[in-house]
């Protein structure tokens, strides 16, 4: 056991930071052109736009509130084509309007445009943002849409035997398919859309998928203090990052500590191996690869912290990562192909696994923490004491 006089059943408790504030917004008077946050709330989480009220909260009074309890609700619904909750609230210092907007099933556009809003911040989308939340309103996934252009002989044979070799040792898939051919492999793993293969067959099998899916790869740096010493570049099908990924960061970029137990030589890593195995997979199955950004891997004196473009539901806004959720994978066709290699389990435990393993080796546990709007997130693993 290692010195430092911590019990083994000492439970050290996995924290998530989460940048969010509520979704209220306060108007002193109301304008047509608040109608972008009814917009915004109704395509978000829902909020509270609250008019008569400054920045502070403090109730500065409405001009015509009778007049307006009965606009505002008729300009919604012949604008944004959603009905929304009105009251009238008084307080000491005068009166003001509470607008109560829920939670939209459907896309809502005002005047063309598509707002969302996440705690004070309201954006318009567009681009690959707008294209993410139109898929995620149609629940479908961004990892499950044709790619015209990539053909299945394009595929890597060599990729696509590795994934039969585990697949076979993991028992997740029929013998007959993975002894069959590529077509029924590809079809059984729902990778195909008519005569199309899907944005997640060209991540998982193809030689380069970056050709098709730009920033698709991994970045390793080492850094003293704020310097950059040296890095690298993971690129190829996404078994083969995990699988590089994790051969670099324990031969290039951190050494063990040898100690022995008598005559048995014992080395201890600074982060337990399977533990940031766990934590490598979960980023490039959760990964938005919408956004141009690569996964950033930071090796320091102290800790190994991964960035990751993931896109966490709001369930995971309000729960610690610790505990067990249900399995909402951003990827799903991507998590499946992980799955049947017998990479990952199929109940959403990657999370409460990454946190086990580190307790079991006495090892510190991992911090999550969620960049402001929920466009990225931050898993911080600190070094061992003993390391």
């Known amino acids: 056991m290692p010195s430092g006089g911590r019990s083994p059943n000492k439970r050290r408790k996995a924290t998530l930071v989460v940048s969010e504030s509520k979704n209220i917004e306060r108007k002193r008077s109301w304008r047509d052109e608040h109608l972008k946050w009814i917009c915004g709330f109704a395509n978000a989480q829902g909020g509270v736009l609250e008019i008569g009220k400054n ?8 001009p015509g509130v009778r007049r307006l309890l009965k606009e505002i609700p008729g300009n919604v619904r012949s604008l944004l084509g959603i009905a929304v909750g009105i009251n009238l609230k008084s307080e000491s210092a005068g009166e003001y309007i509470e607008v109560v907007v829920e939670p939209h099933p459907h896309p809502v556009s005002y005047m063309g445009e598509f707002h969302y809003c996440r705690g004070r911040t309201k954006q318009v989308l567009v681009g690959a943002a707008l294209s993410r939340f139109l898929l995620r309103s149609s ?4 990892d499950n849409e044709p790619l015209p ?24 898939l029929p013998a007959y398919i993975l002894g069959g051919p590529v077509e029924s492999l590809i079809e059984n793993l729902n990778l195909r859309d008519g005569a199309h293969l899907k944005r997640a067959a060209a991540l998982l099998f193809h030689q380069s998928p970056g050709r098709f899916v730009p920033d698709a790869c991994v ?9 950059l010493m040296f890095q690298d570049l993971i690129e190829g099908d996404l078994f083969t990052q995990v699988d590089r990924t994790m051969d670099l960061l324990y031969t290039k970029y951190t050494r063990g500590l040898v100690s022995y137990d008598n005559i048995c030589r014992v080395e201890t890593s600074p982060v337990p191996r399977e533990a940031m195995r766990e934590a490598v997979t979960n980023a490039v199955i959760h990964r938005d690869y919408a956004s141009p950004t690569t996964i950033q891997i930071r090796v320091c004196d102290d800790r190994i912290a991964i960035w990751n473009a993931a896109r966490l539901s709001p369930e995971w806004m309000t729960t610690l990562l610790a505990e067990d959720l249900p399995s909402r994978p951003h990827n799903p066709r991507v998590a499946n192909a992980f799955f049947r290699a017998g990479m990952i389990e199929a109940w959403g435990r990657g999370i409460r696994r990454i946190v086990d393993i580190c307790r079991e080796a006495e090892s510190p546990v991992p911090t999550w923490r969620v960049e ?12 061992s004491r003993t390391y």
Do not use: Q
Not at 55 to 62: A, K, L, N
Not at 139 to 142: A, D, F, K, L, S
Not at 372 to 383: D, K, L, N, Q, T
């Open 139 to 142: 629940g479908r996934t961004w």
């Open 219 to 227: 970045t390793i740096g080492c850094f003293r203090g704020s310097d």
């Open 55 to 62: 920045d502070r909260g403090e109730v500065v009074g409405v």
């Open 372 to 383: 402001s709007g929920g466009a990225g997130i931050w898993v911080r693993f600190p070094f």
């Open 149 to 172: 252009g990539v053909r299945l002989k394009a595929l890597d044979e060599r990729v696509l035997e590795v994934f039969r070799r585990r697949a076979a040792a993991s028992g997740r």
